[in-house]
């Protein structure tokens, strides 16, 4: 049977997933890529695990293509730029290493795009005219559907809502700049507000137990659902930040749902629920009570690996009731 | 000759003109509601100068229709909802009122949308599949034109750009809430922060000639003109306020350029200065030197009044290459 690879490349980890035409995921695996400095041993990493991956399902499943979803990346000219959280040149020509190293056709977009894409056509995006996606990792970003369409900007950087400059000045960001809203609201972002305060602060928590080194985002979600004080103070930051971002979104687009996606978002309600409270504090009295935030649809991380894996399918024209809008 | 009447209603003046089909603006008049203490007045004075304006040029032009722009409207209810800058009741049937009075075909769409539109079908967006347009006024508004379409959101509220959250628990705004970017970067916003200076410091500064009830925006545009020291520091706190939401917006949209508009725009280069100096100081590496900032091609207030005429020509069919999605 034939199928698409779908890949989700990211920060900490790049994620895989053998992809059917209706997006269903039959296989998936998770690549660990954050011992690799620099370029070249990130893609052979990659790229070992992928061939393990492909040759572990080789006798069920043909593969036809991939398609990548990858953060900071310039779509026409298949390189990632400057991307922020990979230790990487500023331009790497990434689209170009796949297709060499496989030789099977491959399409790139923005993993925000790619998870959009994912929500709108196989997610609850999929009754959706106005819809925006927000992807909660290492770093933050998302898309944009509006008027039915996904809206990718000039240039292919439309939904990089982890660089909105939440506080001018504030904690430095790995674009170059100061403040952005990554710095605070991504999993990143909630690690560092909380080994500031365990070390500023003498707060009691269960995560002193932990080495500062080891602490994970889901720890903190894991002692938070505990009912660690500090843990759920530290979510409750996140959600007032979140909450604000939201809101400020929905002011610009006035869209029937938001979505949250990516690892940060497993963490549902603990999350949802202070981000819910500040989005309706700080949104316009026009709007309360109407734009519903809700957690992807798909499962953690397929919305982007689904999206991505469309891009074979809906490009090669093996979709027949393929709607162009999506 | 067919004329179509585009009124642009603001909290402060609304602007009349006979709009051709292609867009050009035969005649104008603006109308000064500042005195009016409720809808009724409100309304009774905007008619009686409509129906004035409408006589003076009755014997060589024929009004076939009326487009309307306003702010806080609900377009499909055809309702101004809890208008900031207006001495109304929280809904005010004004596509009802204009009907009854005049009998002729009346359109709505938010003042912001009117003007992106007008921008879109007879301004430099003519050109361009990815624009933002802000509306400085006495509030700030504005519209969304993203994949060749205007945006308008699923209750019609894109583009809301003033009620942006800048600074939670900052000053007042119209809109019940706190800290919304209109209070301290639309005409309204500046004129507050020159009388904040001039009340609480002892800079010296030829705006303390006036009295505060006098003092307008362009006056404090004029002083900056003539080299005043708080003037041009007011302009340049009002530039890092814009510059900061526009580089957000540019890292949300990716758009080829961001049209200012509405009365505060005329300060061009005394604000535009300072705008864009800030924006690229706030926006995200990968955009820098890639977005024009620019005021409205077309003149003052005529994008919107324009825009809403078009409402009428485009409903009415009455222009026969007619691109549906502009």
């Keep these: 049977m034939d199928v698409v690879l779908g890949i989700d490349i990211g920060g900490t980890s790049s994620k895989l997933g053998l992809v059917q035409a209706d997006g269903s995921i039959i296989a998936k695996r998770s690549v660990d890529t954050r011992k690799c400095r620099n370029e070249e041993s990130f893609f052979s990493c990659l790229f070992a695990e992928i061939e393990r991956f492909l040759e572990q399902h080789h006798s069920n499943y043909h593969c036809i293509g991939i398609g990548l979803g990858a953060p900071s990346c310039d779509e026409q000219a298949g390189v990632l730029e400057k991307a922020a959280n990979f230790p990487f040149a500023d331009r790497v020509p990434i689209l170009q290493f796949f297709q060499d190293h496989f ?17 709108a056509r196989y997610g609850a995006g999929q009754y959706l005219e106005n819809f925006v996606l927000i992807t909660l990792g290492t770093g933050i970003g998302g898309g944009l559907f509006l008027n039915g369409q ?7 950087w439309a939904g990089e809502f982890g660089h909105i400059t939440v506080e001018p000045g504030g904690r430095a960001c790995g ?11 991504s999993a990143t972002g909630l690690r560092r507000t909380v080994l500031q305060r365990l070390t500023h602060g003498d707060q009691k928590s269960i995560l002193r137990r932990l080495a500062a080194s080891e602490l994970e985002a889901k720890d903190v979600y894991l002692a938070a659902k505990m009912g660690d004080a500090l843990s759920l103070e530290v ?9 604000l971002a939201l ?16 690892g940060l978002a497993a963490a549902e309600d603990i999350l949802l629920t202070p981000v819910r409270k500040y989005f309706e504090t700080f949104v316009l009295p026009q709007l309360q009570g109407r734009i519903s935030i809700e957690t992807s649809a798909l499962r953690l991380n397929e919305a982007a690996i689904a999206g991505a894996a469309s891009l074979v399918w809906h490009h090669k024209n ?7 809008c999506k």
């Design 235 to 243: 979510f409750d930051d996140v959600g007032r930040r979140l909450g």
């Design 175 to 185: 674009c170059g700049r100061r403040g952005c809203l990554e710095t605070y609201a």
């Design 150 to 156: 996904l809206v990718k900007g000039h240039n292919g």
């Design 318 to 324: 093996l979709i027949t009731t393929h709607d162009e």
């Design 247 to 262: 809101a400020n979104l929905a002011a610009i687009f006035d869209p029937q749902a938001i979505f949250l996606a990516g």
């Design 103 to 119: 030789g099977l056709p491959v399409y790139l977009t923005k993993d925000g795009n790619a998870a959009t894409l994912g929500e």
